[in-house]
T-cell receptor
Framework: AQKITQTQPGMFVQEKEAVTLDCTYDTSDQSYGLFWYKQPSSGEMIFLIY??????QNATEGRYSLNFQKARKSANLVISASQLGDSAMYFC???????????FGTGTSLTVIP | NAGVTQTPKFQVLKTGQSMTLQCAQD?????MYWYRQDPGMGLRLIYY???????DKGEVPNGYNVSRLNKREFSLRLESAAPSQTSVYFC??????????FGPGTRLTVL
């Protein structure tokens, strides 16, 4: 079974609008971490935001927030006030406490339209 | 503070040739990782090293070997390259319960 599922291969958003990128995860652990990374066309992987499974508040970092719904096992990334520079691939990832492995989804390609 | 560095940036091999991808980090992280990224597949873990002196297989280890030379360095070796190993390879490092930091990637083509 897939540990991380990203069901949106491609998304479009108008500049200055908000967009939500979906991510669901699968784990039987009680303790785990959820991460989002951005990969622009230049290829580097950029860490955006982290949510711990025991964190009660949704994580926020500037224009990024993570909508964490533990019962639904979802960890959606919300980007507010989209900018042209947000056009990139976005990857959701999870790390379980039992191991050192990170599990990545297949990514969502976001295009911001002027 | 360079973060995670990888060499080379680009490489072209012929089928059957061998090569080693080098990775080094200067953040004193315990864990290091090697991934490959193929179109539509996201990142798939090849091998990882939780600490100096230990290595473990990831999701797609066949055709690869690794060496954790010391705390800083983690190399990936292709003994006999195959066209199926054409990919972009990323090295990453992390501290316990923190995000991974990635290197810039190596684009490998096997003809």
């Amino acid at each position: 079974a897939q540990k991380i599922t990203q069901t949106q291969p491609g998304m479009f958003v108008q500049e200055k609008e908000a967009v939500t990128l979906d991510c669901t995860y699968d784990t039987s652990d009680q303790s785990y971490g959820l991460f989002w990374y951005k990969q622009p066309s230049s290829g580097e992987m950029i860490f955006l935001i982290y949510q711990g499974s025991y964190d009660e508040q949704n994580a926020t970092e500037g224009r990024y927030s993570l909508n964490f719904q533990k019962a639904r096992k979802s960890a959606n990334l919300v980007i507010s006030a989209s900018q042209l520079g947000d056009s990139a691939m976005y990857f959701c990832a999870m790390r379980e406490v039992r191991g050192n492995q990170f599990y990545f989804g297949t990514g969502t390609s976001l295009t911001v339209i002027p | 503070n360079a973060g995670v560095t990888q060499t080379p940036k680009f490489q072209v091999l012929k089928t059957g040739q061998s090569m080693t991808l080098q990775c080094a980090q200067d953040m004193n992280h315990n864990s290091m990782y090697w991934y490959r990224q193929d179109p539509g597949m996201g990142l798939r873990l090849i091998y990882y090293s939780a600490s100096e002196g230990t290595t473990d297989k990831g999701e797609v280890p066949n055709g690869y070997n690794v060496s954790r030379l010391n705390k800083r360095e983690f190399s990936l070796r292709l003994e006999s390259a195959a066209p199926s190993q054409t990919s972009v390879y990323f090295c990453a490092s992390s501290e316990t319960w923190a995000e991974q930091f990635f290197g810039p990637g190596t684009r490998l083509t096997v003809l």
